[in-house]
């Protein structure tokens, strides 16, 4: 009972996290003007994914450090255009989704730049699940994202081996409860949404993110 009282504790504990990231959000403009944070370059996302980029659990930020820029790219289109970061249950979503409105197509150039200098490091292992049981489930994932989960341009898929594993977690709940993926112009979301449906339950996500933590990167 204890254990269940501080997990809900934890999970309440986040959602408020981001909930005053995207309350503050939206004041940033008012309290202190364009002019203030024009000088910044569009470069505040160490607030919430870590200076160095690897990530920050508390409000389920990715590490950047590492992410292929063309699928970094993408996402950060995809938030700005409405795109990701819609559903109403997508709390993590919601609060990237105005940050990325504010950028240009030149201030996402210069972030994928100022990333791609990020030194990566090998993400922290923090899921335990069968490996061997998710090696066969993942069998299915490798024909987009490669044997050794190191991502297809040509299809889309980015590399999965070196996220944060809590991360990819969260992901697979989004696009199997339909809080990511369901919008007609994301073609890769609906592909995943439709894709995710092979995990039975959230056993099955440890076990596959599990053999995901053995390839490395």
């Given amino acids: 009972m204890k254990y269940l ?15 005053i990231l995207i309350f503050f959000s939206g004041l940033t403009p ?9 000088p910044y370059n ?7 994914h870590g200076t160095d980029g ?5 409000v389920q930020a990715p590490r950047l450090a590492g992410m292929e820029a063309w699928y970094l790219k993408r996402q950060l289109e995809n938030f700005r255009e409405g795109i990701r970061g819609y559903h109403p ?24 730049e100022w990333v791609e200098s990020w030194e990566y490091f090998p993400a922290e292992v923090t899921i335990e699940g069968d490996a061997a049981a998710g090696e066969l489930i993942y069998s299915q ?14 299809l889309g898929a980015p590399a999965l081996s070196g996220q944060n594993d809590w991360y990819l977690i969260t992901q697979l709940k989004n696009f199997k409860q339909g809080l990511r993926g369901g919008e007609s112009t994301d073609p890769f979301g609906q592909q995943m949404m439709v894709m995710t449906q092979i995990l039975a339950d959230e056993n099955a996500m440890d076990n596959v993110v599990s053999y995901i933590n053995t390839l490395g990167r």
């Fill in 42 to 48: 569009d470069r505040y996302c160490t607030t919430c």
């Fill in 54 to 58: 690897r990530g920050n659990f508390g």
């Fill in 5 to 19: 009282t501080l997990l809900v504790y934890k999970m309440n504990k986040r959602k408020l996290s981001v909930a």
């Fill in 89 to 112: 249950e997508d709390i993590e979503g919601l609060a990237m989704q105005p940050m990325a409105e504010k950028l240009t197509n030149e201030s996402i150039l210069d972030i994928l």
């Fill in 30 to 38: 008012l309290l202190f003007g364009a002019e203030e944070i024009e």
């Fill in 141 to 154: 994932c490798a024909t987009c994202h490669g044997a050794e989960a190191e991502g297809n341009e040509a």
